[in-house]
């Protein structure tokens, strides 16, 4: 095993990252974020791709969620919820992953 | 990636969770809109033999091949008229000294690169150049479990052994592996093992593409077909295997369209959603689009840009859409599903490329290809012919791959 980490479980504490084998792009010609993976081009709504664009493997989910919630004055246990089953998904689907290296 | 398929699948996510699919925004099948992704095949050279490569039978001398810059111009412009993934295949794409620098290329612009490759030619610290310089996915071909039928199939001895290594390179690069099994009566019989093959390398996807028959496949048929119980169990071990591995290995499978009732969508229909370079720069609407003859395919060295000859040329606009169509395709509740099959296996089979592809049951020579192929499947000789630029040569007794 080279050492990706499979099926990682989303907590507030993760901080995760697109692997390599994921880009997200704005796609100028079509004017649409892309999401892309090998043999497959995916088009993330806007949300998806905001929370996709804070997964920097340095930001850890309880910042993603303060971000969020202080951005659409939204109740914080609610946007906690739905960005962690969000961002579970995308690892579940291989589009994400944690960063290797601790940076605290 | 699938000898036939359009190479791009839009993928199949559920809109709910935020990834919708791409291709459902229509503009792509509808308007012909510039494909997703595009296949590069840098070089017609390859050290294997496989007896069913879908490179053309006419392969393509390596002194009329693209130079580096023109196949970064190429890059760029696919880039700027929004092709998002490039798959850089062959022949044996490695087989070019600057592929390299053609991934580091492809980068710069933005695009999505994915080697296809044989394996045999890298070096753990090519692979390391290769991830360094972008490469976002590798492919492996295999022709078996085992070195003795594997090595045998490529016709090149310490093949397998040399693929095994370089995926688990890959993996220790952290690269993405997909490996591509390409099944035929010779080696069906390894499938379950090919699949915890692909689990024990840590694979992401596992291709088992069923060979389709053109070119140098058609020319084997007899030594490649499978039975139709073949098929059944394949299709079985298939399933079961998807279902136990969801979520740890992807496994896309390629049926053979002989035994199938409907004929396959080929490439996404001719012209709608996909095309290949040639390592000389012809702009084709498939891989094995030069078969048929009357068309003439333009070149990137012609004074037409490369979306210029998607949208307007003539061997491009020949079969797209339904227009064009014969009966029983024309009244066809089907026509839009499949676009009337392949326009290559319509032409190998029936002298017109024109025709309803006879994989089809509408087909009036479906009965008679079908009979054909179960014949061949129970009776055709293992003896294979071998890919190679002299036209290929003929399997020796007691060859396994020298």
Known sequence: ?104 | MSPTEANTNIAGVDPSDGLAVLEQRGSVAETFGIPLAVLAELTHRCPLQCPYCSNPVELERGGSELTTEEWKNVLTELAEIGVLQIHFSGGEPTARKDLVELVQHASDVGLYSNLITSAVLLTREKLSALADAGLCHVQISFQGNEPVLADRVAGFKGAHQKKIEVARWTRELDLPLTVNAVMHRQNLFQLPDIIQMALDMDADRLEVANVQYYGWALRNRAALMASVAQIEETSRIVEQAQARLKGTLEIDYVVPDYYALRPKKCMGGWGRQFFNISPAGKILPCHAAESITGLEFLSVRSNHSIAWIWQNSDAFNRYRGTGWMPEPCKSCEFREVDFGGCRCQAFALTGDAGNTDPACTLSPMHEQIFKLAEQEAAGGSNRFLYRNFAGGTLEMDGDNGA
């Open chain 1, 1 to 104: 095993m080279a050492g990706r980490i499979r099926n990682i479980t989303v907590s507030e504490a993760s901080r995760p990252i697109l692997p390599r084998h994921a880009k997200l792009k704005f796609d100028q010609t079509r004017q649409v974020w892309v999401l892309l993976a090998p043999e497959r081009v995916l088009a993330p709504d806007e949300i998806a791709v905001e929370v996709l664009r804070l997964c920097d493997g340095v930001r850890n989910v309880e910042q993603m969620v303060d971000h969020l919630a202080a951005k659409y004055t939204a109740e914080r246990g609610a946007i906690s919820a739905d960005v962690v089953a969000m961002l579970q998904d995308l690892a579940d689907k291989g589009f994400l992953t944690e960063a290797r290296e601790k940076t605290s």
